[in-house]
């Protein structure tokens, strides 16, 4: 059955992120064409990138490295929960993407965003990272409103619309994930 990893990609202390996350997971969870996994960085202790040699060569040194390789691998798509911070994603999300290259090749990605904009800059860089490591990034898109989706702008509660966003933008990434397999073979 196709894999999807739902990527919780912010390690700030009292995180908007985690709420968010746990909620795509369980209307995820209620999918029956995908299982998901919620990956929340804080489980992986990745420094700044401190590999020797590049990414593309697949030839890593450091534990953290492979134990975040190996996860990585073994997903067929992911959804990747974001924050926009100046107008980008985190840089703990953009590091824990840069650690890896073939690891994320030929799998479908979908991004759901917050912040006060909704999220939309970081997503916008993030297609660009996926397209330079042969991702395939979805239409659909989740973008949480940190004044309309959050009470005070910390307690997570998701507009009913939004529902309706993240079943679709869920339903593209299964469908691309499950036509990729092919390519993942070779």
Not at 33 to 55: G, Q
Not at 62 to 77: E, K, R, V, Y
Not at 81 to 105: Q, R
Not at 157 to 175: D, I, K, R, W, Y
């Amino acid at each position: 059955m196709t894999r999807i990893g739902i990527i919780l990609g912010s390690t700030r202390p009292g995180r908007n992120g985690e709420a968010v996350a746990r909620w795509v997971h369980q209307v995820a969870a209620q999918r029956t064409d995908a299982e998901f996994e919620l990956v929340d960085l804080l489980d992986y202790k990745l420094p700044h990138l401190d590999e020797v040699l590049p990414p593309s060569m697949g030839r890593y040194a450091q534990p953290h490295t492979l134990q975040w390789a190996n996860t990585i691998a073994s997903f067929d798509g992911f959804v990747m929960v974001t924050p926009e911070y100046n107008h980008s994603t985190s840089g703990a999300l953009k590091n824990a993407i840069d650690f890896l290259y073939g690891e994320w090749n030929n799998k479908a990605v979908g991004f759901v965003s917050y912040g006060a904009a909704g999220g939309t800059r970081a997503v916008e860089h993030l297609r660009l990272i996926a397209g330079e490591l042969q991702m395939a990034d979805v239409r659909g898109q989740v973008a949480l409103s940190l004044f309309t989706d959050f009470k005070d702008f910390t307690v997570f509660v998701p507009s009913a619309f939004q529902v309706e966003s993240l079943t679709a933008m869920l339903g593209q990434v299964v469908a691309w994930s499950t036509a990729l397999a092919p390519m993942r073979a070779h």
